[in-house]
């Protein structure tokens, strides 16, 4: 698929596979259910940082986090899990505040999220795919697995209508856990 998006914005994108067909396969669900499920953490809803990435405001604050607005951007594609160069951008300065900055030590927990097509079952995968890929970049740049805490909240929380609120539910939000 051809990105014709400036990535100017930083970003966790996770690309999607345009051309699919509307029925969705089954994806393996990474969360157990009862993790599936749970409640998100009770915060403010996150600032977008880059076209697949909210930020918590505690977070973007307290590392001094330097992103746009994404609201014409797009979100993750459909059906996708992939990270854009532009999301890479935004979780390498959440490692370096996490490693040594001024959150060094504290835990973050990655929340994937869905649009409201397909299956509760399927969107749930989804969300846990995209919140692992997002675990797995931020494990390589030497943020301890242990800080991290990947989840799904699927389309729980999706409200969009359109192609355009889809895109705003298909993302992965980075919330300060302690």
């Keep these: 698929m051809t990105r014709q998006y400036p990535f100017i914005i930083l970003a966790v994108a996770l690309l999607a596979c345009g051309g699919k067909s509307a029925k969705k396969q089954s994806v393996p669900v990474a969360a157990t259910p009862a993790a599936s499920t749970q409640s998100a953490p009770a915060v403010a809803t996150p600032v977008a940082a880059s076209p697949n990435l909210g930020i918590s405001d505690d977070l973007a604050k307290r590392c001094s986090l330097k992103f746009a607005s994404v609201e014409q951007a797009p979100k993750f594609d459909y059906d996708d899990t992939a990270l854009l160069p532009s999301d890479r951008d935004v979780l390498q300065q959440v490692a370096e505040c996490l490693i040594r900055g001024p959150l060094q030590g504290r835990s973050v927990q990655l929340v994937g999220r869905a649009d409201a097509r397909g299956t509760d079952e399927y969107n749930l995968?989804?969300?846990?795919?995209?919140?692992?890929?997002?675990?797995?970049?931020?494990?390589?740049?030497?943020?301890?697995?242990?800080?991290?805490?990947?989840?799904?909240?699927?389309?729980?929380?999706?409200?969009?209508?359109?192609?355009?609120?889809?895109?705003?539910?298909?993302?992965?939000d980075l919330h300060l856990v302690n």
Excluded: Y
Aim: hydrophobic share 30%; charged share 30%.
């Design 125 to 172: 995968g989804l969300g846990a795919q995209r919140a692992e890929s997002v675990r797995s970049f931020l494990q390589r740049l030497g943020v301890p697995g242990n800080r991290l805490s990947p989840t799904t909240r699927g389309e729980l929380d999706a409200h969009g209508a359109d192609e355009s609120g889809w895109q705003r539910d298909r993302r992965v």
